[in-house]
């Protein structure tokens, strides 16, 4: 008998649950309409929040710096692989958030691995949002340090555990927009928080960095959050912006800490310098062209009055993430294959990503959306409706 009979035994426990996972391959640039298996959608899964993931603009950058730098890093950034549009990217970066410094990484989850690898071990408590991104709760087993978590989004029960044991370092963490939600998380009120307790703030702001704010800086722009509030900004560049990879930003000394000591950061290659180039032309685009967002939110106001007057049930959210809520996992994909036959793309999400019975669609928004294509999904939610009730 094998040991590692487990392995067909879980497989056949997902499908008989249905939730096994497939892929679905791509015949076409990310976008809002997309080409799979021969056929044409139109999508509201993907987070190009700004419509810039295939953005001519972007796409002639990297061009342009693939032919005066090559495509691969070639080495990790502390050998030879810190290549000029490395070096621009960051220093703009910094720059945007108003931080000393900002230090890029390949991924968003290498980012949340090695910065909180790096500034906690053993004796220490990380403090994290029920609802964080896995990755920042993998983050914390990775580190050795003690996980506490609290309810979601709640100050007071943060509170609760900054004041449980006051003698050991405390980092807490937090999504800046919860990616299964949507809900924006409460920082006025987390960061002084912190601060009184002597606990390091970090925001993973993956979801609202070039979506929310004036000039798209995310949560430390709506809050108004300056580095000493907020010492610890993680960024990605895959969503919003884009392209590919994502940045911590903070004080010189943090990130001089973080270079020396994040694993995820030191032992890995570069990420390809015209990916660094293109993101550098993101920058300005997410800064100047302000419609994007604006387009977006009235695509989000719209979606939520006529969704709620036709009966479905939504989430708290302001941000470009919109789920519908339905419950019952069956029901959910119920939905998303009906919804799918009218070739509208949805995914549905389900445990164990979300808590059980709270399985829905995850409709998310990009300025590339027009407004013929909300018309098409409100239709089409409209003739499905009495599938969810
Ligand atoms: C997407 C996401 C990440 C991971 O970023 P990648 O660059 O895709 O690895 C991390 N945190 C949150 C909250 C995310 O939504």
Same mark, same amino acid.
């Given at each position: 008998?094998?040991?590692?009979?487990?392995?067909p035994?879980a497989?056949?426990?997902?499908?008989?649950?249905?939730?096994?996972?497939?892929?679905l391959?791509l015949?076409?640039?990310?976008?809002?309409?997309?080409?799979?298996? @021969?056929?044409?959608?139109?999508?509201?899964?993907?987070?190009?929040?700004?419509? %810039?993931?295939?953005?001519?603009?972007?796409?002639?950058?990297?061009?342009?710096?693939?032919?005066?730098?090559?495509?691969? @890093?070639?080495?990790?950034?502390?050998?030879?692989?810190?290549?000029?549009?490395?070096?621009? =990217?960051?220093?703009?970066?910094?720059?945007?958030? @108003?931080?000393?410094?900002?230090?890029?990484?390949?991924?968003?989850y290498?980012?949340?691995?090695?910065?909180?690898?790096a500034?906690?071990?053993?004796?220490?408590?990380?403090?994290?949002?029920?609802?964080?991104?896995?990755?920042?709760?993998?983050?914390?087993?990775?580190?050795?340090?003690?996980?506490l978590?609290?309810?979601?989004?709640?100050?007071?029960?943060?509170?609760?555990?900054?004041?449980?044991?006051?003698?050991?370092?405390?980092l807490?963490?937090?999504?800046?927009?919860?990616?299964?939600?949507?809900?924006?998380?409460?920082?006025?009120?987390?960061?002084?928080l912190?601060?009184?307790?002597?606990?390091?703030?970090?925001?993973?702001?993956?979801?609202?960095?070039?979506?929310?704010?004036?000039?798209?800086?995310?949560?430390?722009?709506?809050f108004?959050?300056?580095?000493s509030?907020l010492?610890?900004?993680?960024?990605? %560049? @895959?969503k919003a912006?884009?392209?590919?990879?994502?940045?911590?930003?903070?004080?010189?000394?943090?990130?001089?800490?973080?270079?020396?000591f994040?694993?995820?950061?030191?032992?890995?290659?570069?990420?390809?310098?015209?990916?660094?180039?293109?993101?550098c032309?993101?920058l300005?685009?997410?800064?100047?062209?302000?419609?994007?967002?604006e387009?977006?939110?009235?695509?989000i106001?719209?979606?939520?009055r006529?969704? =709620?007057?036709?009966?479905?049930? %939504?989430?708290?959210?302001?941000?470009?993430?919109?789920?519908?809520?339905?419950?019952?996992?069956?029901?959910?994909?119920?939905?998303?294959?009906a919804?799918?036959?009218?070739?509208?793309?949805?995914?549905?999400?389900?445990?164990?990503?979300?808590?059980?019975? /709270?399985?829905?669609l995850?409709?998310?928004?990009?300025?590339?959306? /027009?407004q013929?294509?909300?018309?098409?999904?409100?239709?089409?939610?409209?003739?499905?409706?009495?599938?969810?009730?």
């Amino acid at each position: 008998m094998s040991k590692w009979r487990h392995i067909p035994e879980a497989l056949e426990q997902r499908r008989q649950q249905g939730l096994y996972r497939k892929r679905l391959t791509l015949a076409s640039p990310q976008s809002c309409h997309i080409k799979v298996e @021969g056929q044409e959608y139109l999508a509201f899964c993907n987070n190009d929040y700004l419509g %810039l993931a295939n953005d001519p603009r972007l796409i002639e950058s990297a061009r342009v710096a693939m032919s005066q730098y090559g495509l691969g @890093g070639g080495a990790s950034h502390l050998v030879t692989g810190h290549i000029e549009p490395h070096h621009e =990217l960051e220093v703009r970066l910094a720059e945007f958030t @108003g931080r000393d410094r900002a230090l890029l990484f390949s991924t968003g989850y290498m980012a949340n691995l090695g910065v909180i690898s790096a500034l906690v071990g053993r004796n220490d408590k990380v403090i994290q949002d029920k609802l964080n991104h896995a990755s920042l709760l993998d983050a914390a087993q990775l580190s050795g340090a003690r996980l506490l978590r609290y309810a979601h989004n709640d100050p007071e029960a943060l509170r609760g555990r900054l004041e449980s044991d006051t003698d050991s370092r405390s980092l807490v963490v937090t999504d800046g927009v919860f990616s299964m939600d949507g809900d924006i998380a409460l920082l006025d009120q987390i960061a002084p928080l912190c601060r009184e307790h002597d606990a390091l703030l970090m925001v993973d702001d993956a979801h609202g960095f070039g979506v929310l704010g004036g000039e798209g800086g995310g949560c430390a722009e709506i809050f108004g959050l300056s580095q000493s509030d907020l010492p610890l900004l993680v960024g990605t %560049l @895959g969503k919003a912006f884009g392209t590919a990879g994502a940045f911590v930003a903070g004080s010189e000394e943090l990130i001089e800490y973080i270079i020396q000591f994040a694993r995820t950061y030191i032992y890995t290659t570069s990420m390809p310098p015209a990916v660094a180039a293109a993101t550098c032309t993101s920058l300005d685009i997410v800064r100047e062209e302000s419609w994007r967002r604006e387009h977006l939110v009235s695509l989000i106001q719209q979606f939520r009055r006529e969704a =709620l007057a036709l009966g479905y049930q %939504l989430m708290d959210s302001d941000s470009p993430i919109q789920p519908i809520l339905i419950g019952e996992t069956e029901k959910a994909l119920e939905l998303a294959n009906a919804l799918r036959k009218k070739g509208i793309l949805i995914t549905a999400i389900r445990p164990p990503t979300v808590p059980a019975n /709270t399985s829905r669609l995850r409709v998310t928004f990009s300025a590339g959306h /027009t407004q013929q294509d909300l018309e098409r999904l409100l239709e089409a939610l409209q003739q499905c409706r009495e599938m969810t009730v």
